[in-house]
């Protein structure tokens, strides 16, 4: 109940005094790595990695688009709909990641400190069931045109937006139920697009918010228990 209260004070904050610029992608900044599926039987996860960080970034974000009708993901969620994927986390960095519908899924991770993200401190890990009587091949991508990083500035406002590159995996699932030849393709870089995204950043100043108010609240907390 008190996430959610910062939550709304936040948005609403944020919302009333700041009136948001649009923004457009500066270049190439990351990429998201997808690592070979590992497991056997009819079960297997897969490693998604930022790597090549070339800017300094304090928000990440990206969508995993898998085959829904062969494959299931079976992270747990918490009480309150997040994944439980992370398995390297920087520190001062929160992570956001749920299912948007069956076969998407969105991550996002952010700061509210100033230090940036180094290549491989951030990783994730979903974990697939191979659904009965699925033969073939599914895929495992992310498109180059969802991956964003960004440059956040509290001080002045300064928000840069960042594109970055992609992949994807694709299993051969065999008539048993299990994973047979592994292939992994690189999805090519795309050119940043020159278009907008208020809402993107909107969201981006909501999420940073949320953060530095709820540590501000735990300190007013410890303040007053110190009187």
């Known amino acids: 109940m008190k996430k959610i209260i910062v939550f709304l004070l936040a948005a609403t904050l944020v919302l009333s005094l700041c009136a948001v610029s649009a923004c ?5 900044a990351l990429d998201l790595v997808i690592g070979t599926p590992e497991g056997g039987s009819d079960e297997f996860s897969v490693t998604v990695t930022v790597e090549n960080v070339q800017q300094t970034l304090h928000v990440v974000e990206y969508a995993v688009r898998y085959d829904a009708e062969k494959l299931e993901l079976v992270n747990t969620v918490d009480e309150e709909g997040a994944l439980d ?17 069956e076969g998407n899924v969105t991550a996002l991770a952010l700061t509210a400190g100033m ?6 401190e951030l990783k994730f890990e979903f974990k697939f069931r191979i659904k009965d009587g699925a033969t073939g091949e599914a895929k495992i991508e992310i498109a180059d045109e969802d991956v964003l990083g ?12 960042y594109g970055g590159k992609g992949g994807s995996v694709s299993i051969i699932i065999t008539a048993e139920g299990d994973v047979g030849t592994v292939s992994t393709d690189t999805v090519s870089v795309s050119e940043p697009a020159e278009e907008e995204s208020s809402l993107t950043t909107v969201l981006i100043i909501t999420a940073i918010a949320v953060v530095v108010i709820g540590v501000a609240v735990a300190v007013i907390v410890v303040l007053k228990k110190k009187k």
Do not use: M, R
């Open 150 to 161: 960004s440059y956040v500035g509290i001080d002045n406002n300064d928000i840069k937006e």
């Open 85 to 101: 994927c992370i398995t390297s986390l920087p520190k001062d960095w929160e992570n956001f990641v749920s299912v948007q519908s």
């Open 24 to 28: 457009a992608k500066e270049g190439h």
């Open 115 to 120: 230090g940036g993200l180094k290549s491989g």
